[in-house]
T-cell receptor, first 114, second 112 residues
Framework: EAQVTQNPRYLITVTGKKLTVTCSQN?????MSWYRQDPGLGLRQIYY???????DKGDVPEGYKVSRKEKRNFPLILESPSPNQTSLYFC?????????????FGSGTRLTVV | GQQLNQSPQSMFIQEGEDVSMNCTSS?????WLWYKQDPGEGPVLLIA?????ELTSNGRLTAQFGTTRKDSFLNISASIPSDVGIYFC????????????FGTGTRLKVLA
């Protein structure tokens, strides 16, 4: 089954404790992206990657890092999480940057930072 | 970053009623997409629109690409309880701009 897999689904952590949210897709998509979803603000792009070793900032990159060493994986790293990073996070992929077929989204990671 | 204006923000309807929602932008888009997000899940693509004026159906769902290219509409006919969720529009920009811009969502609740 074609899918984007995120882990973990739920995470509660403390301020300052580094964490990684993993994302993997099995569709050989070039383009991958991370979004956060907050009430009333919709989906905001954090980082994206056009291909292996090519990443760039989205609209809200502060406090986050990403890497793209393999085509299928695109982990999101929070080096020193803060409470304002409490949110619902989605990883998404699409065939290429220019495709107009839309994204396939993961099931989400609900992160709480206390 | 830019976001699309989606309305209504939320709505309660009775089972069997028809539902209409829309999405507007100050920018022209070449592609409009409609997604549904079930509670606790990620958004799933419902309908994609690629041409101004285009009308596309997916079961009880019908979406239209506005003729001005600055808006899109989604209708759900004869709603059922499993239609509950958040509906998002997304636009992909004019030539040279491939980023997707998302709406803030319409939360639909269906009363049996």
């Amino acid at each position: 089954e074609a899918q984007v897999t995120q882990n973990p689904r739920y995470l509660i952590t403390v301020t300052g404790k580094k964490l990684t949210v993993t994302c993997s897709q099995n569709m050989n998509h070039e383009y991958m992206s991370w979004y956060r979803q907050d009430p009333g603000l919709g989906l905001r792009q954090i980082y994206y990657s056009m291909n292996v070793e090519v990443t760039d900032k989205g609209d809200v990159p502060e406090g986050y890092k990403v890497s793209r060493k393999e085509k299928r994986n695109f982990p999101l790293i929070l080096e020193s999480p803060s409470p304002n990073q409490t949110s619902l996070y989605f990883c998404a992929s699409r065939v290429t940057f220019t495709t107009n077929y839309g994204y396939t989204f993961g099931s989400g990671t609900r992160l709480t930072v206390v | 970053g830019q976001q699309l204006n989606q309305s209504p923000q939320s709505m309660f309807i009775q089972e069997g009623e028809d539902v209409s929602m829309n999405c507007t932008s100050s920018s022209i888009f070449n592609t409009w997409l409609w997604y549904k997000q079930d509670p606790g899940e990620g958004p799933v693509l419902l309908i994609a629109l690629y041409k101004a004026g285009e009308l596309t159906s997916n079961g009880r769902l019908t979406a239209q690409f506005g003729t001005t290219r600055k808006d899109s509409f989604l209708n759900i006919s004869a709603s059922i309880p499993s239609d509950v969720g958040i509906y998002f529009c997304a636009g992909q920009g004019p030539s040279g701009t491939y980023k997707y811009i998302f709406g803030t969502g319409t939360r639909l609740k269906v009363l049996a």
